[in-house]
């Protein structure tokens, strides 16, 4: 069970976007997308073809698993992430400051 997953808000520990919070849009194998945060200007060249336009673009570039960590909303900070079975025996995500699940 991957302990950041797609909807989770997050917040970044490293790099130039540092403190900001976000909502995941996509998790990478190591690597997670964060909406509107770690912006890279990026040079497409025009296809015709495909329809593409060409210019400079801004897009999202991906983060390190390491360098993000999941916002804990009752605390107001970063926290870590653990994994437990519930009673039913089904895993769950839970904050290792409070103990609470994640929803």
């Known amino acids: 069970m991957q302990k950041i997953k797609q909807n989770d808000e997050v917040i970044i520990l490293a790099g130039k976007d540092k403190g900001s919070t976000g909502t995941v849009t996509k998790v990478l194998?190591?690597?997670?997308?964060?909406?509107?945060?770690?912006?890279?200007?990026?040079?497409?060249?025009?296809?015709?073809?495909?329809?593409?336009?060409?210019?400079?673009?801004?897009?999202?570039?991906?983060?390190?698993?390491?360098?993000?960590?999941?916002?804990?909303p009752s605390t107001k900070k970063a926290d870590r992430v653990g994994i437990r079975t519930d009673k039913e025996g089904n895993k769950e995500r839970f904050f290792k400051s409070n103990g609470e699940s994640i929803v």
């Open 29 to 72: 194998s190591s690597k997670v997308v964060v909406e509107g945060l770690n912006v890279a200007k990026k040079h497409v060249r025009p296809n015709p073809n495909a329809g593409v336009a060409g210019g400079i673009i801004s897009t999202e570039m991906p983060i390190a698993v390491s360098n993000v960590a999941i916002y804990n």
